[in-house]
């Protein structure tokens, strides 16, 4: 791997300057997708927080929604149940 790495590094022939900018482009995608990311939890979150208090809405009020069906939230949000452990991130069905 390591002699990979050089190999592509020599053919390229990036100066240090080059490869500062290239560092420097990617710093400033990786800040902001991750702020975009930190909108679309908070979106997130918030409409979670909407449809559990409709569905205890409805539920309370005995309200009858036929031909309505409600999505399972636990299979919903399954596919984003991870631990993080030492900056690692490692799913739970695994």
Same mark, same amino acid.
């Not at 995608?29 to 449809?51: A, W």
């Not at 399972?72 to 739970?92: H, M, R, T, V, W």
């Given at each position: 791997? #390591?002699? *990979?790495?050089?190999?592509?590094?020599?053919? /390229?022939? $990036?100066?240090?300057?080059?490869? &500062?900018?290239?560092?420097?482009?990617?710093?400033?995608?990786?800040?902001?997708?991750?702020?975009?990311?930190?909108?679309?939890? #908070?979106? *997130?979150?918030?409409?979670?927080?909407?449809? /559990?208090? $409709?569905?205890?809405?409805?539920? &309370?009020?005995?309200?009858?929604?036929?031909?309505?069906?409600?999505?399972?939230?636990?299979?919903?949000?399954?596919?984003?149940?991870?631990?993080?452990?030492?900056?690692?991130?490692?799913?739970?069905?695994?």
């Amino acid at each position: 791997m #390591e002699l *990979s790495h050089h190999s592509i590094m020599r053919e /390229l022939k $990036l100066d240090e300057s080059d490869w &500062s900018d290239m560092v420097a482009g990617q710093r400033e995608m990786i800040v902001e997708l991750q702020s975009k990311l930190d909108k679309y939890i #908070e979106i *997130s979150r918030i409409l979670l927080t909407e449809n /559990l208090d $409709l569905k205890d809405f409805i539920n &309370s009020s005995n309200l009858d929604l036929k031909g309505y069906s409600y999505v399972n939230l636990d299979d919903l949000y399954s596919n984003f149940a991870c631990d993080e452990k030492e900056g690692e991130i490692i799913d739970k069905d695994e």
